[in-house]
């Protein structure tokens, strides 16, 4: 039987096939959120009416998110369909690369870890520190100077809005008045279960003191005690030193991911 491509707007089936691999499948969840999915659209493949693999585009940044699940056979019928954004930015399970770049010239990616914790299995450090704070929306221009002192980390990170600031879960350690340390929210679903750990940052002269340990862990104790069962985040394989600081707090490595820009190639035939 052929598989059948088709676009889903059905929640609960989504969220049946989502909620076999939660960790794995957490920005798609994510993407479910009210204000989200909005901005998202899924393609499912459907082989005699079960849903095999899944296609998400996120439409809220430019170029769009492209997020692939499913075994290889049904993520290349997704693909070969040609409905496809003709330029994206994938974040995929690293075993869909090949399947990919059947489809899209994506010439260069980064090699990421999918962690995870658990409330059973989180760590939270036992000491704390005066200057470790929730931040809200007022802390915009702070953030952005925190990265105006390292060009490196403006080059990697941007400033979240103050709005986005106000609605999600950010921390941050202050010092003489200055950020210096700070860690916030990729996704945050409390009604999926599920959200993510994003924008990690200390500044260079203040690493090695724990604060990106103690960030982290204020992120992540706030996302369990608003009823999230997992929370995830993603982290180039080879920062060790992250990976250290988040393996303390009970985070595990779920899956190798991979990420990075696409342009479909014209020669496929399929658009």
């Known amino acids: 039987m052929k598989p059948q491509i088709r676009v889903i707007t059905d929640k609960p089936l989504l969220r049946s096939y989502f909620n076999h691999d939660p960790a794995l499948c957490g920005y798609a969840l994510g993407d479910m ?15 005699d009416e079960n ?4 296609a998400v585009e996120w439409h809220g940044a430019n170029p769009p ?20 954004p ?52 007022s802390d915009a221009a702070s953030w952005d100077q925190l990265f105006r002192r390292d060009p490196g980390g403006q080059v990697t990170m941007t400033t979240p809005t103050a709005s986005r600031l106000a609605s999600g879960v950010y921390f941050g350690i202050e010092e003489a008045g200055e950020l210096v340390a ?25 690493r090695g003191q724990g604060y990106a340990t103690l960030t982290t862990a204020a992120v992540t104790a706030r996302f369990f005690e608003m009823g999230v069962k997992t929370v995830i985040l993603n982290v180039l394989q080879e920062n ?11 985070y595990h490595i779920h899956a190798p991911i991979i990420e990075g820009p696409a342009k479909w190639r014209i020669n496929t035939g399929t658009l």
């Open 86 to 137: 003709r330029t994206v930015f994938y974040m995929l399970p690293a075993e869909h690369l090949a399947v990919l770049q059947r489809y899209y010239e994506a010439p260069e990616y980064d090699l990421l870890w999918r962690m995870a914790v658990s409330p059973e299995t989180f760590r939270p450090p036992t000491k704390t520190i005066s200057g470790l704070r929730p931040l809200n929306g």
């Open 51 to 54: 849903l095999v693999a899944v």
């Open 33 to 47: 959120e009210a204000t989200m999915w909005q901005m998202t659209t899924y393609r499912g493949c459907f082989l």
């Open 240 to 250: 060790k030193p992250a990976i250290h600081v988040y393996k303390k707090l009970g």
């Open 65 to 84: 998110v492209l997020l692939l699940f499913g075994p290889e056979a049904f993520v290349a019928s997704l693909l070969s369909a040609g409905d496809l």
């Open 182 to 206: 700070v860690a916030g929210t990729h996704v945050s679903a409390p009604s999926e279960g599920i959200a993510a750990v994003g924008s990690v940052y200390t500044r260079p002269d203040k």
